[in-house]
């Protein structure tokens, strides 16, 4: 720590900060454009400028940029000197002498950083008089907007693009005195990250096309803290709603988790709330005379449950309590895990490895500190896109760490650390049948089949810790890759070891555990993440229940006759065939879900669920840390959490488990009980009857437009807000104004602060948690005493088989998750038609034609798909994108046998 005096008052700050984060930290409004918590100081915007002085006679001082000046013991600083305010003010002047006087019809306005800093300079009127320069703006895509004309030359974008996410096709480029950010033509941004440039922008060069497509000025949006359901990661997000629809989706900030940023397909994929797919009543087939209420769908359903021979199915996009209530309702005995049988497979046994083994699983945030990252048989960019982020962090750590040992270079001046470690990488090792996104950061890549890839992996391991059974016919090449890896990984501090579901192999996991265990052994300090397939799949797993196939085997034997199924399309688990065989048993289907999609057309019941949106309730990531998300918005017609229609159908049932169960707080209770392995999710968040000074956390900003505003086009009688009976949050813009618990703030602002940057007033130390904690509470632990049992078998090596082809599944970041798939854009992005992947030789050696329409051959069910020749696949292996909508072949890896006379 240091003592530092600002205006000749003393505060004591960390001594590895700036003197902007130190200001900042201790609440004082100063500002800035260019510097970004993220991504540190680089001085290019003159905006933050302060006095300091060389001792306490010193009145005179100099200026300088407090972005780029080190916190010394005892260093004298102003803030408030009329000479450095003055210095703000004439910057700002400079940076607004082109700038538009569009703020009345700019996207961001009433939230623009840009807003907030001319008001804190006193910036208010303008002495530029003549004719400004103007740019010509790009199309870069179907999820940002580009207006030039706003810029400030704070060169954020660029610097969150290319230097912190990677990117390749968006840059600076100038001439004479005119700086332009785009792309050297019109196109879609490439990456992965580019809806963060609409945050990472301090005015409104880059905006929310999906906003503008309904657009809501921020200030007239119900907000609620919310969770991402994109993927297993759990990003943390802030859901906007105006008029009964999401309008847009943007960071919430989690320290521990995805801090200041989301990957495009958790901060674009929200469509599916708002999609004309939506299910908003009750129906029931065959067709009654008439319309059915709701009362009379509840008793059929009832009724039918009573004859005790249902069973349940749940869902790994459904929250905890939504799968505890169906569990409840059939029974635990008649509940089945809603995941293909490879999906369960993998969750189970990152479960065991997680909750079972030594080694603690990491944040993102601890994932970004590792010196060394060795990835098995996964393409995270694509099967969880922020650890893809994360790692890009990592491989910066160890020439980062050179650098400021060599040169004495602080971590936050980021231009000063580029510059002294240039193309520099730490140690990174990818094994996948595939190229990736992070190909280009790794030491090493490694193709093939994947059971040879594992066996790498298995021989890694041997070399680590010698009880491990050695794995034999490596060539010599394959031998010095081995020692390579094991030579990086012994040499780090904190290895990280990444694996999962991705490539349908779990060799791979358990390589990665024997790999992580034998480190730990060796008193090293490693880390193993392991992805899985969706946002509640480990909540699901911890939760229990009986294989999916199993259900099947229960209704042919006539064990039961009714099935539910919960907020799940089971043609997505399972090949076509399973699932139809599966419902020609089946007397009645009764369906709680939010979608219409192809399980629906097979139900007899469809009962409206609420989306993430329209619901409260608890998911678990991959890292094992449960997470709540809240209802943004009361929905139109009949639509309600799934767990509450679970409730309702047990009273009317009259099963004794759900007695008494009323609100969220109620089944969050019965379910810890009775499963304690959640028992911590009881302290996710306060109870519904929490109050501040009296009042609920309000979700709608205080500048809110009002209700009688709201439906004027109806009537202009103010109508009475919904109650909210589950939560500590009120549908209105009434409420405590100061700052609610983390885990119950809707969203930041501050006053002076109407952006995002916002945030600073929230957290304890600059980038660091928010007051009190960040929001979730981590389940999984790692077991320091745990006896360590290695696995053993290392796969046999890849041979292929005449007349047929291993079948494995490619993950896309757009088109593989099954929600995102409503939004145009992401649905746009996606593969456009059913192809299957095939080494060329493979195609000439059965004499199809690429791109030819063919016939295959699965459990003697035949299925058609378009031949697509590709380099990268080893002979013997053929893959298809995985998760496209109404794809009959889901169930892979599996062999498949070609039908040669059958080509179309």
């Known amino acids: ?370 010196d060394m990252v060795l990835i098995l048989g996964e393409d995270v960019t694509n099967t969880a896109p922020m650890m893809a982020l994360a790692v890009r962090q990592a491989v910066r750590q160890e020439p980062m760490h050179n650098a400021m040992n060599e040169v004495h270079i602080a971590a936050w001046q980021d231009a000063a650390v580029r510059e002294a470690v240039q193309e520099k990488k730490g140690p990174c090792y990818i094994l996948h049948t595939f190229p990736t996104p992070l190909d280009e950061l790794a030491t090493q890549v490694q193709r093939g089949a994947p059971d040879n890839l594992a066996r790498l992996a298995f021989a890694v391991s041997h070399e680590l810790d010698a009880s491990i059974p050695a794995v034999t016919g490596l060539s010599e090449t394959e031998t010095a890759l081995v020692k390579e890896i094991t030579a990086a990984l012994l040499a780090a501090e904190h290895p990280l070891i990444i694996s999962g579901f991705g490539s349908g192999y779990d060799s791979f996991m358990k390589a990665a555990a024997n790999i992580s265990w034998a480190l730990h052994k060796q008193g090293k300090q490693p880390m193993l993440s392991l992805t899985v397939p969706e946002c509640n799949s480990l909540g699901l797993e911890m939760l229990g229940g009986h294989r999916l196939d199993s259900a099947l085997d229960v209704l042919q034997h006539g064990d039961a006759d009714t099935i539910v199924i919960l907020e799940n399309d089971l043609y997505r688990r399972a090949d076509k065939h399973v699932i139809d065989e599966l419902f020609r048993h089946a007397k009645e289907v009764i369906l709680i879900d939010h979608l219409y999609n192809q399980t629906a057309e097979r139900a007899t019941v469809i009962l409206p669920a609420g989306t993430f949106a329209e619901a409260d309730g608890t998911i678990v990531n991959n890292e094992g840390r449960a997470q709540r998300y809240y209802q943004v918005f009361v929905p139109k017609g009949e639509v309600q959490e799934s767990w509450r229609w679970c409730l309702q159908i047990a009273q009317a049932a009259g099963i004794a488990r759900l007695n008494g169960l009323v609100n969220l707080d109620d089944i969050t209770w019965a379910m810890c009980v009775a499963v304690p392995a959640l028992e911590k999710v009881q302290q996710l968040a306060p109870h519904a009857d929490f109050r501040i000074a009296g009042q609920k956390v309000p979700r709608e900003p205080h500048r809110y437009s009002g209700r009688t505003a709201m439906t004027a086009n109806e009537n202009v009688s103010e109508p009475k807000p919904p109650e909210d009976i589950d939560t500590p949050l009120s549908f209105t813009m009434e409420g405590f104004r100061g700052e609610a618990p983390a885990p119950l703030i809707p969203f930041f602002w501050s006053p002076g602060w109407n952006s995002v940057q916002a945030i600073n007033k929230y957290q304890t130390e600059i980038g660091g948690a928010l007051h009190g904690g960040d929001p979730g509470k981590r389940l999984l632990e790692p077991r320091k005493d745990a006896a360590v049992h290695f696995f053993t078998e290392a796969p046999e090596p890849y041979v292929p088989i005449p007349g047929h082809v291993h079948l494995v599944p490619i993950y896309q970041i757009f088109g593989s998750e099954e929600l995102s798939m409503h939004t145009r854009g992401i649905a746009k992005s996606a593969a456009e038609f059913f192809c299957i992947y095939m080494n060329p030789e493979d195609l000439h050696e059965w004499n199809i034609e690429p791109g030819a329409w063919f016939n295959f051959e699965i459990d003697g069910h035949s299925y058609v798909m378009n031949a697509t020749p590709n380099n990268w696949l080893p002979r013997g292996i053929a893959a298809i994108n995985a998760g496209l909508p109404k794809a009959e072949v889901v169930d892979i890896p599996q062999c498949i046998r070609f039908i040669h006379s059958s080509t179309v």
Not at 25 to 52: E, N
Not at 150 to 170: E, H, P, S, T, W
Not at 258 to 271: A, Q, T, V
């Open 1 to 370: 720590m240091a003592t530092i005096y600002i205006d000749n008052k003393p505060f004591d700050v960390k001594d590895s900060k700036n003197l902007l984060e130190a200001c900042l930290q201790l609440g004082l409004d100063l500002p800035y454009f260019c510097w970004h918590p993220a991504m540190g100081s680089v001085g290019a915007c003159r905006q933050c400028a302060i006095k300091t002085f060389k001792d306490e006679d010193d009145k005179k001082g100099r200026i300088v940029m407090s972005c780029m000046e080190p916190v010394k013991d005892n260093v004298r600083i102003s803030v408030s000197d009329i000479e450095a305010t003055e210095f703000r003010n004439q910057v700002i002047g400079l940076l607004m002498t082109n700038h538009p006087h569009d703020c009345a019809v700019c996207d961001e306005g009433g939230a623009c950083h840009l807003q907030d800093m001319t008001v804190m300079t006193g910036h208010s009127y303008r002495d530029y008089r003549f004719t400004k320069r103007t740019h010509r703006n790009q199309d870069l895509g179907p999820f940002l907007n580009h207006e030039m004309n706003r810029c400030i030359q704070c060169y954020r974008c660029v610097r969150f693009y290319k230097d912190y996410a990677g990117g390749k096709d968006l840059n600076v480029f100038a001439a004479n005195n005119k700086v332009f950010f785009g792309r050297q033509k019109d196109g879609k941004l490439e990456s992965e990250f580019s809806g963060n440039l609409a945050e990472v922008c301090p005015t409104g060069v880059f905006t929310d096309k999906t906003l503008l497509s309904h657009y809501t000025r921020k200030w007239d949006m119900t907000y609620a803290p919310s969770i991402c359901q994109g993927c297993s990661v759990g990003c943390n997000i802030s859901a906007g709603e105006r008029y009964g629809s999401i309008r847009q989706i943007t960071n919430r900030y989690n320290g521990e988790v995805n801090g200041y940023f989301l990957c495009d397909r958790g901060r674009y994929g929200y469509e599916f709330v708002n999609s004309s797919q939506r299910i908003h009543h009750p129906a029931l087939r065959p067709h009654h005379n008439g319309t059915p209420d709701k009362d009379y769908i509840v008793n059929h359903v009832a009724n039918k449950l009573r004859s005790g021979k249902a069973i349940g199915i749940g869902s790994p996009r459904a929250s905890l309590e939504s799968n505890f209530a169906l569990r409840q309702l059939v029974g635990e005995k008649h509940f089945y895990l809603g995941m293909s049988d490879i999906d369960h497979d993998h969750t189970a046994l990152a479960l065991k490895i997680l909750r079972d083994g030594p080694v603690r699983t990491p944040s993102l945030h601890e994932m970004e500190k590792a």
